[in-house]
C-alpha cells in the first residue's frame, strides 16, 4: 500500500472569510510601534493615565462582595438591565433599543451580519474607520465609498449617487470626531442624510466612540434624534477604558431583537461582570462628569502640544485642521515636501527615525489612496514626547 504523504492529505481548507475581512494595516502597525526605541503616533490607545483603575476596583470590590451570582453567571444576551438603563437614560431612548456589546466593534459586526446579505450595498466614508470596512467587507457586502471633507461625509455626492441609482442598506458614518479625520459632520449636512435614509430607505451606522471628548464648541445634534433609521454605537473605550470591552447600539427595539438573535451566536453575552462594573461607573454622574473633563483637558493640553510642536518643527510641512476633540490630526503633506513619496513609503524612514505614523492609504475606502495623509494620535503621549515626536518626524520630512 502506498503510504499516505501530507500533499495526499493536506489539511482542511479554510474560508474566504479572512481575505474578504483583510488584516488591519493599523493593528499591524502597532506590533511594529511597540518598539522602545519608537515614539507611536499611530495607535488610537487611550492614555493609561486616565484609567479609573480605583473606580473599577471598588465596583469590582462590592459587586463580588455583594451578589457574586448576578456578575459571575450567564446574563442575557441584550445586556444587564442596569447597563441598558444607564445608556438609555443618558441619550434620551427606550433602554428596549439598547443592546449591549463587547465593544463597539462588536456592534459593528452585528450591525453588518443583520443588516446586510453578501451582494448588498454599503456606504462607507472615504477615508473610513478600518474597523468599519473589515466589518462590513466580513458581510460579503459590496462597499460603495463616498468621499468625506472637513465637514465630514460628502451629503451632496451621496444624494448624487442615490439618485444615479445607488441603492444601499446602510450608511457608516463617524460623524463626531471622525477617525481618521477627525471631522464633524456638518449640522445642516446631518438634516440632509437623515432625510435621504427616510426618502430612500436605507440605515445610518452613527458610530461614536469619540463624541463626549468636546472640549471646544456644542456638540452637534445627534443623528438618532433626526431619523428612528440611525443605529447609534456607542463604547467605553475612550471614555473608561478599552479593556472593559463594554459597547452598545441604539436602535429600534424590532431591530434590536434581531441583533440579540446574532450575537447569541457569537458570544451569548457580553461579561456580565464588565457590564455592571460600567453600569456603575457610567450611572454615578458626578464622578463620570468629573471623568469627562479629566479627558478633555488632557486631550485638549496634547492636541495643542502636537500642534504646536508641528508647527515648530515642521513650518509649512503639515496642513491640518485643528481639532475641538478626539484623538487624531490627519494632516495632508504640503506639495512641495518629498514630492516623490507617498506617506506609507515615508513610514519606513519615520520608523528607523523613531516616530511611527499610520500612512493615509490604511483608511483608504475607494480608489483615491490618500498617499499624501498621514494620521497622527495626540491621545498616548505626554506634551514632551509630542515635541520629540514631532523633531523626529522633521529629520524625515525636510
Ligand atoms: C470609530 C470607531 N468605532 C469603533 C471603535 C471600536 O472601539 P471599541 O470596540 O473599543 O468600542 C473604534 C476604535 O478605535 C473606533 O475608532
Given at each position: 500500500?502506498?503510504k499516505?504523504?501530507l500533499l495526499a492529505y493536506?489539511r482542511p481548507?479554510?474560508g474566504?472569510g479572512?481575505q474578504?475581512?483583510g488584516?488591519s ?7 511594529i510601534?511597540q518598539?522602545a526605541?519608537?515614539?507611536?503616533l499611530?495607535?488610537?490607545l487611550p ?10 476596583a471598588?465596583?469590582t470590590?462590592e ?6 451570582a448576578?456578575v459571575?453567571?450567564y ?10 438603563e ?6 434620551g ?8 456589546t463587547?465593544?463597539?466593534q462588536?456592534?459593528l ?8 446579505d453578501p451582494g ?6 472615504d ?15 459590496e ?7 472637513e465637514?465630514?461625509?460628502?451629503v ?5 449617487a ?10 457608516h458614518?463617524?460623524a ?6 477627525g471631522a ?8 440632509a442624510l ?7 430607505g436605507?440605515?445610518?451606522?452613527d458610530?461614536?466612540p469619540?463624541?463626549a ?5 456644542t456638540?452637534?445634534?445627534p443623528l ?9 454605537l456607542?463604547s467605553?473605550s ?19 431583537t434581531a ?8 458570544d451569548l453575552?457580553?461579561s456580565a ?7 456603575r461607573?457610567?450611572?454615578d454622574r458626578?464622578?463620570m462628569g ?8 488632557t486631550?485638549r ?8 510642536a508641528?508647527?515648530?518643527h ?9 481639532p475641538?476633540?478626539?484623538?487624531f490630526?490627519?494632516?495632508r503633506l504640503a506639495?512641495h515636501?518629498?514630492?516623490?513619496a507617498?506617506t506609507?513609503?515615508l513610514?519606513?524612514?519615520?520608523l528607523?527615525?523613531g516616530?511611527?505614523?499610520v500612512?493615509?492609504?490604511a483608511?483608504?475606502?475607494g480608489p483615491?489612496?490618500?498617499?499624501r495623509?498621514?494620521r497622527l494620535?495626540f491621545?498616548?503621549?505626554a506634551p514632551?514626547?509630542l515635541?520629540?515626536a514631532?523633531?523626529?518626524l522633521a529629520?524625515v520630512?525636510r
Amino acid at each position: 500500500m502506498v503510504k499516505p504523504t501530507l500533499l495526499a492529505y493536506p489539511r482542511p481548507p479554510i474560508g474566504r472569510g479572512p481575505q474578504r475581512i483583510g488584516s488591519s494595516a493599523i493593528r499591524d502597525l502597532l506590533a511594529i510601534a511597540q518598539r522602545a526605541e519608537v515614539i507611536s503616533l499611530a495607535g488610537g490607545l487611550p492614555d493609561p493615565d486616565t484609567f479609573p483603575t480605583d473606580a473599577i476596583a471598588r465596583a469590582t470590590a462590592e459587586l463580588l462582595a455583594g451578589d457574586p451570582a448576578s456578575v459571575l453567571q450567564y446574563g442575557p444576551t441584550d445586556g444587564c438591565d442596569a447597563l441598558r438603563e444607564v445608556v438609555a437614560a443618558s441619550a434620551g431612548a427606550d433602554p428596549a433599543g439598547v443592546l449591549v456589546t463587547s465593544g463597539s466593534q462588536q456592534a459593528l459586526d452585528l450591525v453588518a451580519r443583520t443588516v446586510l446579505d453578501p451582494g448588498d450595498v454599503a456606504v462607507v466614508a472615504d477615508p473610513a474607520y478600518v474597523g468599519a470596512l473589515q466589518a462590513l467587507r466580513g458581510s460579503g457586502a459590496e462597499l460603495a465609498p463616498i468621499p468625506s471633507d472637513e465637514h465630514g461625509l460628502r451629503v451632496d455626492l451621496l444624494a448624487d449617487a442615490l439618485h444615479a441609482g445607488l441603492r444601499p442598506k446602510l450608511v457608516h458614518v463617524v460623524a463626531t470626531f471622525d477617525n481618521p479625520t477627525g471631522a464633524t459632520l456638518d449640522p445642516r449636512r446631518r438634516v440632509a442624510l437623515a432625510e435621504l435614509a427616510e426618502e430612500f430607505g436605507f440605515w445610518i451606522v452613527d458610530d461614536d466612540p469619540y463624541g463626549a471628548i468636546r472640549w471646544r464648541g456644542t456638540a452637534p445634534t445627534p443623528l438618532r434624534t433626526l431619523t428612528d433609521r440611525t443605529i447609534a454605537l456607542g463604547s467605553t473605550s475612550k471614555v473608561l477604558c478599552p479593556g472593559l470591552r463594554v459597547g452598545w447600539a441604539i436602535a429600534p427595539p424590532e431591530l434590536e431583537t434581531a441583533l440579540a438573535i446574532v450575537k447569541q451566536s457569537a458570544d451569548l453575552h457580553t461579561s456580565a461582570l464588565s457590564q455592571q462594573i460600567a453600569a456603575r461607573l457610567l450611572g454615578d454622574r458626578q464622578a463620570m462628569g468629573e471623568q469627562l473633563d479629566r479627558l478633555r483637558r488632557t486631550y485638549r493640553a496634547r492636541a495643542e502640544a502636537l500642534g504646536r510642536a508641528l508647527e515648530r518643527h515642521l513650518p509649512g510641512t503639515l496642513a491640518f485642521t485643528p481639532p475641538a476633540g478626539g484623538m487624531f490630526l490627519w494632516c495632508r503633506l504640503a506639495d512641495h515636501v518629498r514630492p516623490e513619496a507617498t506617506t506609507t513609503e515615508l513610514l519606513g524612514e519615520a520608523l528607523d527615525a523613531g516616530v511611527a505614523f499610520v500612512p493615509g492609504a490604511a483608511f483608504a475606502a475607494g480608489p483615491g489612496g490618500h498617499d499624501r495623509h498621514l494620521r497622527l494620535s495626540f491621545a498616548t503621549g505626554a506634551p514632551a514626547e509630542l515635541d520629540e515626536a514631532a523633531r523626529r518626524l522633521a529629520t524625515v520630512l525636510r
